[in-house]
Structure formats: C-alpha cells, structure tokens
C-alpha cells in the first residue's frame, strides 16, 4: 500500500481557476508536509501541520490555503491560480527527522 | 534563503564507478539527510547524518560531514544504472527541527 498519496497525478488549468490538491498518509505521522518543485528542481518548503495545527507558513501568497481535517490528511486549495504557480506539489509525512514524500502533483497553469 | 547547495549540478561516469556529490550549507545543522529523487517521482530518503557523527555507511553509500566546512559529500561506489537520479541534501537547523531546507541537487546519470 502506498504511504503518502496524492491526487490527481496531474492537474492542467486555466490561469484565475481555483483548484485543490488532496494528500493522504498511512503511516501515522503526526507532521505533514506542502513542497514546490520549480522548473530548476528546486525543492521549497511551503507549510506544515503537526497533529492538524499549522506550524511552518512560508512566505506563501495568499491565495494558497492548506487544510487538514485529521492528522492522516493534508490538503492544498489555490484559488486564481497564476502561470507561475505552474510547478510540482509535493507532500511528504514525517515523524522527525526523516521524511516521506509522495509521488507529486504536476501542476500546468495555461 | 537557499541552504544546500550540491556540487556538481550534473555528473555523468560509467556503471561500476564511483560518484561523488558534495553539498553545503549555511546554519548550524541538527541533521543532514541524502535523498534520491527519480525522474517524475517524490523523493525517497536515503541516509541521515547527525552533527555530532563525521561518517555514516549505508550499504553502497558513505557520507562525510564536516561541520567546521558546513560541507557532506555522498559517495556511491560500484555506481549502477538504477542509481541514475537526482540527488537532495537536506538539512534542518537547531532551531526549526522540523523544517528541511533542499539543494537544488546533482543529476546523476550511470552510463551502462
């Protein structure tokens, strides 16, 4: 079974669209992870939720909203997405200090 | 600010050698971890370095630290075509234990 997951796989919009990206772990972590991997693999950490409270908030626009209903899920809105948004989303699980990553989310803002 | 910085940005070598990847940093560390990342997928750890420890051994794998040059290199001996990648340092600071700062990585391909 697969630990940390994510849907969709792949995710192609118009700019000004609001969509969400859904994250699930099964590893009873109590931290979970939002990443942004640019175009140069630059890997950037953007929030993180410890036992669903909000602990790590980079400097994130607003527009980007996590939320997490239980400790096992993580999930990413972004309303009036932007090209630049175009990336892939990554989420990843941890009890400290290793980190679990899933297999990311393509986002392409046209 | 960017913390990990790999060198190089890109190695290329023939399976059956050794490759080496160096990464510094900028703050005190708690831990510095080595992930693999392959193409289209989410990276999967591969070894973690405490500050206190100057070498860790993980089968084909050998990491060094070196505190005083806020530096660590992986090597990879007996390199294979599955070690093709890229390759993350990672490292977290005393004071936001949770909090993983990435390199930008070296891309590692084995030639068969």
Known sequence: ?110 | SQQGEEDPQALSIQEGENATMNCSYKTSINNLQWYRQNSGRGLVHLILIRSNEREKHSGRLRVTLDTSKKSSSLLITASRAADTASYFCATDSIQGAQKLVFGQGTRLTINP
Not at chain 1, 44 to 69: A, C, D, G, Q, W
Request: net charge neutral.
């Open chain 1, 1 to 110: 079974d697969t630990a940390v997951s994510q849907t969709p796989k792949y995710l192609v919009t118009q700019m000004g669209n609001d969509k969400s990206i859904k994250c699930e772990q099964n590893l009873g972590h109590d931290t979970m992870y939002w990443y942004k991997q640019d175009s140069k693999k630059f890997l950037k950490i953007m929030f993180s939720y410890n036992n669903k409270e909000l602990i790590i908030n980079e400097t994130v626009p607003n527009r980007f909203s996590p939320k997490s209903p239980d400790k096992a899920h993580l999930n990413l809105h972004i309303n009036s997405l932007e090209l630049g948004d175009s990336a892939v989303y990554f989420c990843a699980s941890s009890q400290a200090p290793e980190q679990f990553f899933g297999p990311g989310t393509r986002l392409t803002v046209l």
